[in-house]
């Protein structure tokens, strides 16, 4: 969505106070959002409403001053802070003849960036497509009249808003079915992984929450880590072997957020499947955010939404090294643990998550009546100490 020759588009950051308790956590993490999407922050416009405006969603004061600060700072975009019908979307880009973005929008900006794998980014462009679907109505031709100048009046007709309709659904038909057929193929791995008497263990939690760190310290691999949301986009699977046990497939995946677009939770399926399928979940927390037992809610809100919530999960309360914690572990009333103090960082504390996998796996096994004899012997893949 934004153009970035030789650096970030400069862009407004817009954001209203409705009165919510969690208001500057949320303005702090647009923040994080326009920074990770690559934008260049030139200004943040805020305000207090009771409710949003109809046409604007700020109202026309805020609108008039959000216009000003665009100018004086040579912003090409403004991003909101909250979801934008198509109508105050389009009302805002004519009235500030500037591209908007709402939250959204900014996400699967994100999104894009960042997809590598065919999957990926067959996902992203299902998710952008119907997301684009809801706003191609009658009268988005503003943005024609935008790049146009003079001699375009009206832009497209409703014949080919008919026509652009039509070869989106037709798009969105055949996404579809490339995505239907990669689930298949993913369904026959997890099938012969489950076969083999392999655990299978996801990372999961909210995005930046050092879920690829941990995963690169207990697989020994380099996944990609770094301090921007959603770093991580496709699932990585790497065998691990832990002492007294057989071996585990752990799976590194996206990161969640607050709000995270219906679109993406959607096209996303496949992938997020994986959660879904595991024998167990490593929720991982970034403790000293101020804001982490709203990220927890967050998370298993989206777990119960794509049914993983009746997978086991152990809480990995992750980054004690800001904190001054101890590492450390607690069980719940059935005696298994649930919850494992760590810093994935300096390594404090990974035995306890390695202790936490091998005791489900003894769970597992007794469940089942396998015998551990029957689990395969560790191959080329990362030994973990
Ligand atoms: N101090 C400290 N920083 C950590 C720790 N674990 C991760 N980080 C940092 O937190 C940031 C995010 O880490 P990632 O491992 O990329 O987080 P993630 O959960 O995979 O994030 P997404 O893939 O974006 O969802 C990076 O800058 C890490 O270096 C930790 O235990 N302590
Ligand atoms: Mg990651």
């Known amino acids: 969505m934004f153009d970035r020759p030789g650096g970030g588009d400069a862009a407004v950051l817009v954001s209203l106070d409705f009165g919510e308790p969690d208001y500057e956590e949320s303005l702090q993490e647009l923040r994080q959002l326009a920074i990770s999407a690559g934008l260049d922050i030139r200004a943040t416009v805020e305000g207090k409403r009771p409710k949003p405006d109809a046409k604007y969603f700020v109202g026309t004061g805020k609108a008039e001053e959000l216009s000003a600060t665009m100018k004086a700072t040579e912003s090409l975009v403004a991003v909101f802070n909250h979801d934008l019908s198509p ?24 999104f894009a960036q960042r997809a590598q794998s065919h999957e990926g980014k067959l996902q992203v ?36 808003l008919e026509l652009d309709r039509r070869m989106l659904r037709v ?25 083999s008497q392999v655990m299978s263990v996801s990372l999961v939690g909210y995005t930046n929450a050092g879920k690829s760190t941990l995963f690169n310290r207990l697989t020994q691999s380099g996944v990609y880590v770094a301090d921007q949301l959603f770093a991580t986009l496709d699932t990585t699977s790497r065998k691990l072997f832990i002492p007294e046990g057989g071996p585990v497939v752990l799976s590194d995946t996206v990161g969640f957020i607050k709000h995270l677009p219906h679109a993406l939770v959607e096209a996303f399926g496949a ?40 997978v086991h999960q152990v809480l990995v309360l992750n980054q004690i090294d800001r904190t001054g914690m101890e590492p450390g572990l607690e069980r719940d009333e059935y ?51």
């Open 87 to 110: 109508s105050q979307q389009r009302n805002l880009e004519r009235f500030l003849e500037r591209r908007v973005a709402d939250r959204t929008g900014l996400i699967l900006d994100i």
């Open 171 to 195: 798009r969105i038909k055949g996404l579809r079915g490339k995505l239907a057929k990669l689930k298949q193929q993913r369904g026959i791995q997890r099938r012969s992984r489950k076969r």
């Open 335 to 385: 005696g298994r643990i649930c919850k494992i103090r760590v810093s994935a960082k300096t390594g404090d504390g990974l035995h306890f998550v390695r202790q936490a996998l091998a005791e489900h796996q003894r769970r597992l096994i007794e469940q089942s009546g396998i015998e551990k004899t029957s689990f395969e012997q560790p191959s080329q893949s990362s030994a973990v100490a």
């Open 125 to 160: 462009e299902l998710a952008q497509l119907e997301h684009l679907s809801t706003r191609l109505v009658r009268g988005w031709t503003h943005l024609e009249r935008q790049k146009g100048g003079i001699g375009v009046r009206g832009g497209p007709g409703e014949t080919q």
């Open 271 to 310: 992938t997020l499947e994986e959660a879904v399928q595991a024998d167990l979940l490593l929720h991982v927390v970034d403790v000293a955010s101020t804001n982490r037992d709203e990220q927890i809610l967050q998370v298993n809100c989206v777990l119960s939404e794509i049914g993983a919530d009746q």
